[in-house]
């Protein structure tokens, strides 16, 4: 299910992260009222070791966003290149293969209709969805490809075998000289690199670590801060407190939710975009029927 949790903003940011703020704000509270109601001058705090800390910090949560940003690029990558290869795959198809008279031939528009599913079915898997399941694929995939993929433990990877298997039989009969089968061969394997490199990102998530020790040392650090500044601000660290740690915290939550780029959260991958542009390419060449139309926004700027 698509998730929508922040809706822009300052007090979308608010919203979204209400038990951070009340953690700050509690922190900032407490020191302040000591500060201003009590004779505790020994709880103040040098400004120069926290502004070590500060910079340490900034760091450590930088460098965890910067690697998840990296994954979600990747990500990115991949699919371009697999748009790329889908298309080469379906000219291959409709370039080598004999075609049945002005139209394509039924092994044509089985082959690249199956790649069609093949494309939609990989954007389920890396959403955690059923493929079986899904609208789109059930409109490409045929009924003994369907059967293929019942107790499948790679659903891709079937469909990818079937493909290879039509290039084969077409070899055998004639159709296809080595050098055509090497290219179409060739294909398949960019294919599956393709797969396995999605595949990766999605099964290796970054060491929790990363996401713990961020939290704790922000948490930290918003007790920390306070105690540092309360005598040059008086009242006003409350909020100087809140936006300082929220900047931390914020860098270290876009890294988060940039970790996983396949999920239906709003930052991730418009898989479903990326699947249809394949879709409508592909449809488009065998010209048997009229495109669908891309896929929509759904809500302004969130492209899913």
């Not at 296809?176 to 690199?193: G, M």
Request: charged share 20%.
């Amino acid at each position: 299910m698509f998730q929508h949790d922040f809706k822009g903003g300052v007090f979308g940011l608010f919203r979204w992260q209400w038990k951070a703020v009340a953690l700050y704000t509690i922190t900032s509270v407490a020191v302040a009222s000591i500060h201003e109601f009590t004779d505790w001058t020994h709880i103040k705090l040098p400004a120069l070791p926290l502004g070590i800390i500060g910079g340490a910090l900034g760091i450590f949560v930088s460098f965890r966003t910067n690697s998840s940003y990296a994954r979600w690029w990747e990500g990115r990558k991949l699919w371009g290149r697999l748009i790329n290869t889908s298309r080469h795959w379906c000219t291959q198809v409709l370039v080598y293969l004999p075609k049945a008279g002005d139209g394509p031939s039924d092994t044509q528009s089985r082959m690249v209709r199956r790649h069609i599913a093949y494309v939609h079915v990989l954007r389920c898997l890396l959403r955690g969805a059923d493929p079986l399941q899904d609208e789109e694929v059930g409109l490409f995939l045929r009924d003994d490809d369907r059967a293929r993929l019942q107790g499948s433990s790679n659903a891709t990877h079937a469909l990818l075998q079937a493909q290879m298997e039509d290039v084969v039989a077409l070899q055998k009969q004639g159709d296809l000289d080595e050098f055509r089968v090497q290219s179409l061969d060739l294909s398949v394997r960019h294919l599956l690199d393709i797969q396995g490199g999605c595949e990766r990102i999605k099964k290796t998530p970054l060491p929790r670590g990363y996401s713990n020790i961020t939290e704790l040392l922000v948490q930290v650090f918003s007790i920390l801060f306070p105690l540092a500044a309360i005598e040059p601000l008086g009242w006003a660290v409350i909020p100087v407190n809140i936006i300082v740690c929220m900047a931390f915290m914020l860098i270290s939550e876009v890294g988060r939710v940039l970790e996983d780029p396949f999920t239906m959260f709003w930052p991730a991958l418009p898989l479903s975009a990326l699947s249809r542009t394949i879709e409508i390419n592909l449809v488009e060449r065998l010209g048997t029927e009229t495109p669908r139309e891309q896929v929509k926004p759904i809500v302004p700027g969130v492209l899913m």
